[in-house]
């Protein structure tokens, strides 16, 4: 395409947004507040994602030997747990420090225990794939010696199912959400074409190409995606950072950590752009379709 | 130029507009086509530049089947053909020069090339001096010379005309005429659909005549008669 042509079709573009102002306004807003929700949505469903998955990488099978056990056969257990197939790394840790650890969570009234202590050796298990956490825990738990095996199942797997419900409904609100404001962008456009249509009546009877009918409407819907991209992206950025540094400090050392703000806000804004053009665009494409039926 | 073969036209509702017409139209003729409203003569301009395509049978423009033709090759097919309405269809925010310059914008021409071929076809149809008024400002006669400017700035081949001066009263219908003539005179094919008696029977040319989608009547210097 000739340049001079394509600074006609943004030309044209520019004064069919300013003439339908009112329409232009109504869908730069359906297309924003769209992509708020969308954006605030995925900001959620990231750092979701990053629970879960640190949550996955923090999964350890707790082994606990038979308290009868001698220091020797713990030797041996040791080493045949850490040349079990799938098995990252081992972390041993004696009877006596695991009591330690009960005191400091649960009391002192634990120190009488000190006497003669209870409780036998613990084996801390990393599988190298977390998915394998289960059949490695059932295979150590045939090994001798071996008084107790856990890996907290239950409360992994059903957060597991919380977190991919909640991402399917949130995904099934954003189309919605999608097509709400890929309808409004196609109506817009629709009323632009009703107020031109002697002009695209002339332009295709001399002659004019299908692309040339069509490109002006194309930028028009893309402006309009542009535009109501401009907020959400304004909005989220700022409410992430401020967050980030609201919490930060607060979550030092917690399982649960925000996703750092670069270069994830930097990846979400070129998403939420590339959502707002898209929408825009494929708004137009609909409507143009259907009435020039070029 | 341009040569119809068995061409049979049926709309959607069920009206038969075309029941196997045959015609030739040669190299620089001028045709008017006359008949009763509703008779097909609507569709038997339209279907020249393919605003309608015949259910069955060929039309051929230029060497172009129309029958066949691509929806992507129309448009260079219309750029060959030049259209006149009865209700000029010109564009009421663009002055005259920009009415007859769009034509030569939307098919991506030179600008200098425009303006050239703007000034000279505003000369042609005696309307240099009114280039810059917009078509609320002028005569519905200054306003059909715009739109026959816009037709012929491309120099098509072919003007197809669909009733340009039913609008017009008949002073001013001679006025359009006298304009077509010398569209004619270059070599340009004319195809015009008429009700207007007076000038088909004063400026004799062949006459096509359309009842009930058939052609009844063909003949060189034929008179206007209702039959």
Do not use: C
Not at chain 1, 157 to 176: D, Q, Y
Request: charged share 20%; hydrophobic share 45%; no cysteine.
């Amino acid at each position: 395409m000739k340049a001079r042509t394509l600074g006609r079709h943004v030309r044209e573009s520019f004064k069919s947004i300013r003439r339908n102002s009112w329409m232009t306004f109504a869908s730069v807003s359906a297309v924003t507040v769209t992509l708020l929700l969308v954006g605030v949505f995925i900001v959620i469903m990231m750092n979701l994602n990053q629970l879960a998955q640190s949550i996955e990488n923090d999964v350890e099978i707790k082994v606990v030997a038979d308290p009868a056990a001698d220091e020797t056969t713990i030797k041996e257990l040791v080493e045949k747990v850490r040349s079990t197939d799938g098995v990252l790394e081992v972390v041993y840790s004696s009877r006596d420090a695991e009591l330690d650890k009960m005191i400091k969570s649960f009391g002192d009234e634990l120190s009488l225990y000190k006497q003669s202590n209870p409780l036998g050796d613990a084996l801390y298990v990393k599988a190298k794939d977390p998915q394998q956490t289960a059949t490695i825990a059932k295979k150590i738990d045939t090994y001798d010696y071996t008084y107790d095996v856990v890996y907290g199942e239950e409360k992994v797997e059903k957060l597991f199912g919380i977190l991919n419900m909640s991402r399917n409904v949130g995904l099934v609100l954003i189309v919605a959400l999608l097509f709400t404001a890929m309808f409004l962008i196609s109506n817009t456009i629709r009323i632009t074409i009703v107020a031109r249509r002697t002009e695209i009546e002339i332009m295709k009877l001399v002659g004019a190409t299908n692309n040339f009918v069509r490109i002006p409407f194309l930028l028009e819907g893309m402006w309009l995606g542009i535009l109501g991209a401009i907020a959400p992206m304004l909005i989220i950025s700022i409410s992430y950072y401020k967050l980030f540094e609201l919490l930060e400090p607060k979550l030092q050392g917690e399982l649960f950590q925000l996703l750092n703000t670069t270069p994830f806000i930097i990846q979400l804004n070129g998403l939420i752009l590339f959502m707002g053009i898209f929408i825009g665009v494929w708004g137009s494409f609909m409507s143009v379709r259907k009435f020039l039926k070029v | 130029m341009i040569v119809m073969k068995n061409v049979y036209k049926k709309y959607p509702n069920g009206v038969v507009a075309a029941n196997g017409i045959n015609i030739e139209i040669g190299r620089g003729e001028f045709v008017y086509v006359v008949g009763p409203s509703g008779a097909g003569k609507s569709t038997f301009i339209k279907m020249m530049y393919r605003e309608e395509r015949p259910t069955s049978g060929d039309i051929i423009i230029n060497g172009t089947n129309l029958a066949t033709l691509r929806n992507k090759r129309v448009p260079q097919l219309r750029r060959q053909i030049g259209v006149v309405f009865q209700d000029f269809k010109l564009l009421p925010k663009l002055t005259v020069y920009e009415n007859v310059a769009f034509a030569l914008e939307v098919i991506e021409a030179p600008p200098a090339e425009i303006r050239k071929k703007v000034n000279d076809v505003l000369a042609l149809v005696g309307l240099t001096q009114k280039a810059r008024m917009f078509p609320n400002e002028l005569s519905g006669g200054e306003e059909q010379r715009v739109s026959i400017a816009r037709s012929i700035v491309n120099v098509p081949k072919v003007v197809i005309a669909d009733e340009p001066t039913g609008n017009l009263d008949p002073e001013t219908s001679w006025e359009i005429m006298r304009i077509f003539e010398q569209i004619n005179a270059r070599g340009t094919t004319i195809v015009m659909a008429t009700h207007n008696r007076e000038i088909v029977n004063t400026i004799k040319h062949r006459v096509i005549a359309i009842e009930g989608g058939l052609i009844t009547r063909d003949e060189y210097g034929g008179e206007y008669y209702e039959g």
